[in-house]
């Protein structure tokens, strides 16, 4: 019999979770003495795929990137999956910076993978599938040597392992 297994090697965010993580560190930027009347916002624009931080000073705006780092982390969202942008001037004196999340494999992340796949000399196919890659084999544990393989290799981005079949 010769069926064939697979799963997709994608970089997801959970949405839900970074939307939890931006009310917690809104919740601590509005306790903490050190942001008292500092004017500090933090915006989640979930369509846009980003976070809007605000504040008075560039120390308070590394203390708050700190915070929203810590809350992440809490809710086990990897830092690789946020593009911190250049602090810019905003109105009223105060500093912005805008925090993209990353979301899908890039076409050159997804070569990136599909090289180291094919570069282990595996038994195993790799494929492009729009913001995800597919790797297919006959063997399951050709397949479980090829996520640990894509597992031990440090990306810039964070990777999940999908639809394993």
Known sequence: ???????DV????????????????KKEVEQRYDFKDSN???????????????TADDMKLRALTEILNAK???RGISLKA????????????????VVKIKNGLTTEQAK?????????????QAQIQGEAVRITGKSKDDLQT???????KEFDFPIQFTNYR
């Open 72 to 74: 992440m982390i809490k």
């Open 40 to 54: 500090t916002t933090i915006d989640l624009n979930q369509k846009e795929h980003t976070i809007t931080l605000a």
């Open 10 to 25: 994608v970089s997801e965010v959970d949405a839900q979770e970074v939307d939890n993580a931006v009310n917690q560190a």
């Open 1 to 7: 019999m010769a069926t064939q297994f697979s799963f």
């Open 146 to 152: 090829a996520i640990q393989q894509i597992k031990a």
């Open 112 to 124: 990136e993978v599909t090289k180291l796949v094919k570069d282990t000399k595996m038994k195993v």
């Open 82 to 97: 946020l593009d911190y942008g250049e602090p810019q001037q905003a109105a009223g004196n105060t500093l912005r910076s």
